[in-house]
């Protein structure tokens, strides 16, 4: 298994420090909270890189993509903007989006974990990367993955059995 296989395979932990620390999970919430960051910096890597000052190239959401998964780059771009809400550079539909999605409020002692995911970026550009990505989510949904049609061409064999011996013509 790859680096980018490590990345895609680690949850989001959906519980704050102190609750994994109770109940056992700190490897699990450490885990969760370091690929968060890598995030943060790999988008940030991938603005810099693909913006010509006027344009973002669309390989920039699908290089993060493709390292950590369509989830976890909208849990950070959800974080960053929930955070960064007072930017009017933030679209309202990027907002309205971004506050859907719940990203566990962890304060410690005063510090907000959170903010080790927000991303540094221009607001602006960041916009645009945001919409792209949504873009990029709503279309991967759309588009069934091979092992998710395999697994429905299973799941429907075993659930007639009967259709299985027949000519094609008998099956409708």
Request: hydrophobic content about 40%; glycine content about 6%.
């Amino acid at each position: 298994m790859n680096h980018h296989d490590d990345m895609k395979s680690i949850p989001i932990y959906p519980h704050t420090g102190a609750y994994a620390h109770a109940n056992g999970e700190i490897d699990k919430f450490r885990e969760s909270n370091l690929a968060n960051i890598a995030c943060k910096a790999a988008i940030e890597a991938a603005i810099a890189k693909h913006f010509d000052g006027m344009h973002l190239k669309p390989q920039a959401v699908s290089e993060v993509m493709d390292v950590f998964g369509a989830e976890r780059v909208q849990y950070v771009l959800a974080n960053t903007i929930q955070i960064k809400s007072w930017d009017g550079r933030f679209s309202r539909d990027n907002k309205a989006w971004a506050a859907k999605i719940d990203v566990v409020e962890d304060v410690t002692a005063g510090h907000d974990r959170r903010l080790g995911f927000v991303i540094n970026s221009h607001p602006a550009v960041l916009d645009g990367f945001v919409s792209q990505a949504r873009q990029a989510s709503r279309q991967q949904e759309h588009k069934p993955s091979i092992r998710n049609q395999l697994h429905a061409a299973t799941a429907a064999a075993k659930k007639v059995p009967s259709q299985i011996g027949k000519r094609k013509e008998a099956v409708r």
